[in-house]
């Protein structure tokens, strides 16, 4: 019996894969022309150690029909959709869409809604979810770093990644054991991760109802860790306020000048 389009664009899914990801074809490596899963596959297969750049890849096999052919989304030959979530500029497919069916690779404007026709801006160098389309900053090639926690290279790395308000980038697990460490800022800029607005204002009321006269106060300089300002405060224990954006995540660049 002959599969309608619906039917055969979805055959096969989840039955086929590696360890690393579920999908419904392989990849030839061109720097050793062997065929694998995937390019950790390939990686951990290698006796002298070199890596597979995903984005040289240029054909892959059908594992429902075996047809080799260039890369894209769905078999030419057999109609089977090789990997639910797919980018060809990453080269990836999948078809485990439980945390890829929102992801939008590169940092792509998404133009028409779908991540087949997206139009690129790349900048990420990874894919990222589409809910933090406006709600990061983006920097080019954050994935392409070690996590600033544990060290491990991100692009490289199968374990869940956070992305913070400031666009620098984390593993999940290490985001978390962060914050049982009650660090609330990015290791990297020390920009806070969350919305500090309620803090913030009971700090103010705190320091308003205990500040010195200003005559017993000294003055001191200090940057701002989220405009990048320098400005000179009156020396405080704590609660040192940017003047420029009135943030208090601050740090002392100088000894508080005590008056003559």
């Not at 690779?105 to 991540?115: R, V």
């Not at 009156?234 to 995540?249: I, M, T």
Request: net charge neutral; aromatic share 8%.
């Amino acid at each position: 019996m002959e599969l309608d389009d619906a039917s055969r664009h979805g055959f096969g899914r989840m039955g086929f894969g590696c360890k690393h990801y579920r999908r419904r074809c392989r990849i030839r490596a061109p720097c050793c022309n062997d065929v694998f899963h995937c390019r950790h596959c390939h990686n951990e297969s290698t006796k002298d150690g070199h890596e597979l750049d995903r984005h040289a890849v240029e054909s892959v096999i059908c594992l429902v029909c075996d047809t080799e052919q260039p890369v894209a989304q769905v078999c030419y030959n057999c109609g089977v959709c090789m990997g639910e979530y797919f980018c060809s500029a990453c080269k990836f497919f999948d078809d485990d869409v439980r945390c890829r069916c929102c992801l939008l690779c590169f940092c792509w404007i998404w133009l028409t809604g779908n991540t087949s026709t997206a139009k690129i801006a790349a900048s990420a160098g990874s894919c990222y979810s589409v809910s933090l389309r406006d709600k990061h900053c983006c920097i080019e090639n954050s994935m392409k770093n070690n996590c600033p926690i544990c060290y491990e290279y991100l692009f490289d790395s199968l374990r869940e990644t956070s992305v913070l308000r400031c666009g620098h980038t984390m593993h999940l697990q290490c985001f978390h054991e962060m914050l049982k460490h009650d660090k609330f800022s990015c290791p990297i800029c020390s920009m806070p991760i969350f919305d500090m607005d309620k803090f913030l204002r009971a700090l103010d009321a705190e320091i308003e109802a205990n500040m010195l006269h200003i005559d017993y106060m000294g003055k001191g300089w200090i940057v701002c860790n989220d405009c990048r300002d320098t400005t000179q405060v009156y020396a405080r224990v704590a609660g040192h306020k940017c003047c420029h954006c009135q943030s208090h995540n601050t740090c002392r660049v100088a000894a508080p000048v005590l008056p003559a």
